[in-house]
């Protein structure tokens, strides 16, 4: 309701059970060309890789992970790489970067990645649970001391992320995986809705709408904009039909 342009890009790659939001920061255009270089390389990679099993990889692969946690955190890693350079050659794109959080379905569950606030929800037998953990100022002040529901609510720098893509020429990327059940609906987000809107409504919007998905996306955007939408609302959600 606020922004005269999208900073958000998302990806949906069926082919590879592959999920991404990316909320890019900069400014003018310089956010939108982090937020899509991050989601273009991921997409290449992810190709890449699944013709050629045996092409070189950038960063060597971490012996103590699987191979497909290996390549989910190497793609992100190529992105954060390319942004960065990208933003050191062009001046206009100077601190450009993105936010990431991805979700990559594997045989033995759902393989989580993300870097910044960008979220990930699993919707389980009514409840909403967060998977992922802000990469933010006010989170870490909350983490290293308690503050009431009044200080968190007139945090003076809601919006200052302490990582994310394109930040330095290195990141670290946070990694979990999960096991689906039947019925388990996933949302990503950017913070555009985890910022206006509660994790209450969006448990509440979840659980009224979730036979149709289309539905359930366009009601937690409307929510986040009739409660204000200050920021870009993207939404990806998909759910687990069945467990094998």
């Not at 497909?68 to 390319?82: G, H, P, V």
């Not at 350079?85 to 993300?114: C, N, S, W, Y």
């Not at 409307?222 to 069945?242: E, F, Q, S, Y």
Request: aromatic letters at 6%; charged letters at 30%; a negative charge.
């Amino acid at each position: 309701m606020k922004r005269s342009h999208n900073e958000d890009n998302f990806a949906v790659i069926e082919e590879d059970h592959l999920y991404v939001v990316a909320d890019g920061m900069g400014g003018h255009a310089s956010g939108e060309v982090a937020s899509q270089m991050a989601i273009d390389t991921l997409r290449e990679f992810f190709r890449a890789t699944s013709q050629d099993p045996e092409a070189t990889w950038p960063y060597k692969m971490d012996k103590s992970r699987g191979y497909e946690e290996n390549r989910l955190i190497t793609s992100i890693k190529l992105a954060n790489l390319r942004i960065y350079e990208a933003a050191q050659r062009d001046p206009k794109l100077r601190g450009m970067g993105t936010t990431f959080v991805g979700m990559l379905i594997v045989d033995d569950g759902v393989l989580v990645a993300h870097v910044g606030d960008s979220r990930l929800y699993r919707m389980r037998e009514g409840k909403l649970h967060q998977l992922t953990e802000d990469h933010s100022l006010l989170n870490d002040y909350i983490k290293m001391k308690r503050l009431t529901p009044e200080e968190i609510e007139n945090f003076p720098h809601k919006n200052v992320i302490v990582r994310a893509l394109g930040m330095k020429e290195t990141v670290k990327v946070d990694t979990s995986l999960d096991r689906p059940q039947a019925g388990d609906i996933y949302v990503l987000c950017s913070d555009g809705l985890c910022g206006p809107a509660t994790d209450q409504e969006i448990e509440d919007i979840v659980a009224g709408h979730e036979r149709d998905l289309q539905k359930t996306a366009d009601a937690l955007i409307d929510r986040a904009n009739n409660n204000g939408g200050p920021d870009n609302v993207t939404v990806v959600l998909t759910k687990v039909i069945g467990v094998g």
